[in-house]
């Protein structure tokens, strides 16, 4: 069974840090592209950042120069790095694998993505 285990939310003040893991179990994802997505309360589910199977990594806008995305394989483990947070950071993140393989080009709809971990919230007060 192919689980997504998300860790790392929390509560934090607005321009601290916050680091999210995503750690995999039942496969690997060495050839997969890995992302991050956020919903916030009422809201629609929304890219936040993706890695390829290179290492390639892709933010959106809201994040860039703020968030970093990095993987180890070996350890079948995707990270976010989370500095700078701000009010609007706040939101369940969500890890996602791309069932497709050794590809570069990175979807940034949740409806690419085959699997999904439950979630870990992260509140940033004002």
């Known amino acids: 069974q192919v689980q997504l285990v998300e860790s790392g939310g929390g509560l934090v003040q607005a321009g601290g840090s916050l680091r999210l893991s995503c750690a995999a179990s039942?496969?690997?994802?060495?050839?997969?592209?890995m992302a991050w997505f956020r919903q916030a309360s009422g809201k629609e589910r929304d890219f936040v950042a993706a890695?390829?199977?290179?290492?390639?990594?892709y933010y959106a806008d809201s994040v860039k120069g703020r968030f970093t995305i990095s993987r180890d394989n070996a350890k079948n483990t995707v990270w976010l790095q989370m500095n700078s947070l701000k009010p609007e950071d706040t939101a369940v993140y969500h890890c996602?694998?791309?069932?497709?393989?050794?590809?570069?080009?990175?979807?940034?709809?949740?409806?690419?993505?085959?699997?999904w971990g439950q979630g870990t919230q992260v509140t940033v007060s004002s």
């Open positions: 996602a694998a791309d069932a497709s393989e050794m590809r570069l080009f990175v979807e940034r709809g949740p409806s690419n993505y085959e699997y």
């Open positions: 039942g496969r690997t994802f060495s050839r997969n592209a």
């Open positions: 890695i390829n199977w290179r290492d390639g990594t």
